[in-house]
């Protein structure tokens, strides 16, 4: 090992577009990115699909599976793959989860619940997994089933939930007979209701709660009939819209009730931990549960390895070990993550393998910037210039061999497709990166940049009609790597074929002469 010293930025959602449609990433004013690219040694990254373990390429890389893939340096088989893999093996219904939820419902003749993203759009979730699931539940005996339908725009086009709601609705049609009844419950945009993350906004799961639980919310007699009539009277898309609950007869169709089993079906953590947490923990304290039903209560996957969050879930996940960060902690090496609210759990959980703790309380040191609880197309520089002035009062003293940050600017204004505050959101991260450099510069350091997938890059898209359209989910575009550092030369190996985010942990290993776990994919540089 070295006495080199390297921080690791990602530009979170900063891609290279392949169309040139929408994108804010050439088109914002980015003169240090540019000079990067030009200058200094580089090559594009698969940021989805197959390099990130989803199913196929025409899956869109996410930022959890995007950190995975950083800072553990393999490629395991994530999210709607893994539950995929669950429910073609029909091992989902061989889970201790799935008999204890089929039981309860049976003793009690009671209702199955299914929580979750209505979309196909395989980040947090896919409808297909709701459906197999409600097969799964008719299959096995339970007679009453009721999906409380959180509505996406996000990771599929901004206002296409009635494309997912018709799906099911049709799909209901042909499964309910006689002795089985399944129908649409409750529901509500995922930026309004329940899928809050990080602990930064209680009173959204608080919200979700009441429609899921209480039946509290506005009523309507159809999940179709919510969304024509929020877009008519608030024209927000939907992943805004506010909760809902359906009536018929004057009472809500589906309250969570004692006694009842309830699934959470999206198998992405983050946005699944607070709402698990409300069901879960006894001590809990964020909201007002009243009433607290008595259920049996499980989640695809365990969303927290370290706090065992939810007790009861369907699908296994993959046990990721041999981490960047644990590498460097057994080298002895003083770490030091940051990013904001939005981010922070990537720098941190996502980056360690999807564990909460720490690998070394003396080593590692992580921060956490609150991040504005506003729209942020509002304020679409986010909190960059304070990563960037924590960032630089640490390069000075000069304490950490490896500092991480995550600048979410591409990312989160680039959900909110609005194309001017993209644009400046990717000019306040490239200002970010101008400081980074001359601080690099003057206390001795490399920077290694790159992203975990792309967004801003795609802010446009056509639609079947051959329309441009607002894009406000990831790209499939390629993302940056780069390597700054005015003391040391790199090359770029000469095979760069299949160069994944999985590569970026060799590389940054190579450049401390620190050997590379076998397990790890190959280094980018020679």
């Known amino acids: 090992m070295n006495n080199k010293k390297v921080v690791l930025v990602v530009m979170d959602g900063v891609g290279f577009s392949k169309t040139g449609i929408g994108d804010a990433v050439t088109e914002a004013n980015t003169p240090n990115l540019d000079w990067l690219l030009a200058n200094c040694p580089n090559t594009r990254l698969k940021a989805h699909g197959a390099a990130v373990g989803l199913p196929s390429d025409d899956d869109m890389g996410n930022s959890e599976v995007g950190h995975n893939a950083l800072g553990c340096g393999q490629i395991y088989s994530q999210g709607a793959k893994l539950v995929n893999e669950s429910i073609s093996s029909k091992k989902v219904f061989e889970s201790d989860a799935w008999k204890k939820l ?116 506005r009523a309507f007699a159809s999940a179709i009939e919510a969304v024509n009539t929020y877009r008519a009277e608030l024209d927000l898309d939907d992943q805004n819209l506010p909760a809902f609950v359906i009536e018929k007869d004057g009472e809500p169709v589906g309250k969570i009730k004692d006694l009842d089993s309830v699934v959470l079906f999206n198998f992405r953590g983050d946005r699944a931990l607070e709402i698990s947490m409300a069901f879960d923990d006894v001590e809990f304290d964020k909201f007002d549960r009243n009433p607290l039903p008595k259920v049996v209560y499980a989640g695809m996957l365990e969303y927290d390895g370290d706090l065992h969050l939810p007790k009861n879930f369907l699908v296994t996940p993959p046990v ?176 760069t074929e299949g160069l994944g985010l999985a590569n970026v942990a060799a590389t940054v290993a190579k450049m401390f002469d620190i050997e590379a776990p076998k397990c790890w994919e190959r280094s980018i540089i020679k």
């Open 102 to 217: 089929v039981a309860n419902c049976l003793e009690h003749n009671s209702t199955m619940h299914f929580i979750g993203l209505l979309s196909d759009g395989n980040v947090h979730s896919n409808i297909s997994h709701l459906f197999a699931l409600i097969d799964g539940a008719k299959a096995s005996g339970v007679k009453t089933v009721r999906i409380h339908a959180l509505l996406d725009g996000r990771d599929v086009p901004a206002r296409s939930a009635e494309v997912y709601i018709n799906a099911l609705e049709e799909y209901l049609e042909k499964v309910n007979d006689a002795s089985f009844n399944a129908c649409i419950a409750s529901g509500g945009g995922r930026m309004k209701i329940t899928m809050d993350r990080y602990q930064a906004d209680w009173p959204m799961v608080q919200r979700g709660w009441d429609a899921h639980v209480r039946g509290k919310a």
């Open 320 to 495: 990721i070990t041999n981490t960047m960060s644990e590498l460097f902690v057994k080298h002895g090496m003083k770490q030091y993550a940051i990013s904001e609210t939005q981010k922070y759990g990537h720098v941190t959980y996502f980056w360690n393998g999807n564990k909460s703790g720490k690998f070394s309380e003396e080593l590692e040191t992580y921060v956490e910037i609150p991040s504005d609880k506003v729209l942020f197309n509002e304020r679409p520089k986010m909190k960059s210039k304070e990563i960037t002035d924590l960032l630089i009062e640490e390069m000075e003293k000069g304490n950490y061999q490896f500092l991480r940050c995550n600048y979410p600017n591409g990312d989160m204004v680039g959900h909110t497709g609005d194309f001017e505050a993209v644009k400046i959101s990717v000019e306040a991260v490239d200002e970010s990166l101008e400081r980074l450099m001359e601080a690099a510069d003057k206390y001795g350091y490399a920077l290694v940049i790159t992203a975990d997938h792309g967004n801003a890059d795609e802010m446009l898209e056509k639609n079947k009609k051959g329309e441009l359209q607002v894009r406000t989910a990831h790209s499939l575009n390629p993302v940056p790597f780069i390597i700054y550092d005015k003391t040391t030369k790199y090359e770029i190996t000469d095979n």
